[in-house]
C-alpha cells in the first residue's frame, strides 16, 4: 500500500467515524429531546385536563343556578295559579248567589230614573257617593233582564280573573 492509499484509506476511516459519530450525536439528540417534549406534551395534557375541569365546574354550577330559578319561578307560578283559580271560583260562587237572590226575589236590581229637566225636575249635576239614594225615583228591572246582567258582569269578572292571571305569569316569566 503506498501513502496516497493509506491517507484515502485514513480519510475515509475519519469521514466514517465522523459520520457515525455524527449519527450517534443525532440519535442522542433525538431521544433527548423526545423524552423532554414527551414531557412538555404531558405537561400541556395535565394543565388543559386542569382547564377542562375548570370549565366543567363552572359549567355545572351555572345549570344548578338555572334549574333552582327555574323550579322558584315554577313554584311561584303554581302558588299564583291557586290564587287566580281562588279568585275565580268565589267570583263564580257570588255570582251564583246573586243569581239565586234574584230568582227568589230576596234581592232586586234597580236603575235610577233621570229626570227631565225640561218637566221642572232637579237632577243633580253630580253623581253622589256610592250607596242607596233615598231621594232619586228608582226603577226595578225585571227577573230576566237581571239575570242577563248578571250573567254578563260575570263573564267580565271571570275575563278580568283571567286577564290578571296571564299578567302575573307574564310578569314571573320576563324576570
Not at 159 to 165: D, E, F, N, T, V
Request: charged share 25%; hydrophobic share 45%.
Amino acid at each position: 500500500m503506498t501513502p496516497v492509499q493509506k491517507l484515502i484509506g485514513l480519510a475515509l476511516a475519519i469521514l466514517l467515524a465522523l459520520g457515525i459519530g455524527f449519527g450517534g450525536a443525532w440519535q442522542v439528540q433525538d431521544w433527548r429531546l423526545g423524552k423532554k417534549m414527551a414531557e412538555r406534551i404531558a405537561e400541556q395534557g395535565a394543565r388543559h385536563q386542569k382547564d377542562l375541569d375548570v370549565i366543567t365546574g363552572e359549567a355545572w354550577r351555572q345549570q344548578s343556578a338555572e334549574l333552582d330559578k327555574r323550579l322558584a319561578t315554577e313554584e311561584k307560578l303554581a302558588l299564583q295559579d291557586q290564587q287566580h283559580t281562588k279568585e275565580l271560583s268565589d267570583a263564580q260562587r257570588n255570582q251564583a248567589h246573586l243569581r239565586d237572590q234574584l230568582a227568589t226575589a230576596d234581592v232586586r236590581l234597580s236603575v235610577l230614573i233621570a229626570e227631565d229637566s225640561a218637566s221642572g225636575c232637579n237632577v243633580p249635576a253630580t253623581t253622589g257617593a256610592v250607596g242607596v239614594v233615598h231621594a232619586a225615583r228608582r226603577a226595578q228591572l225585571d227577573p230576566a233582564h237581571a239575570q242577563r246582567i248578571i250573567s254578563i258582569t260575570d263573564a267580565g269578572d271571570q275575563g278580568l280573573i283571567a286577564l290578571r292571571a296571564c299578567q302575573a305569569y307574564v310578569r314571573e316569566v320576563s324576570r
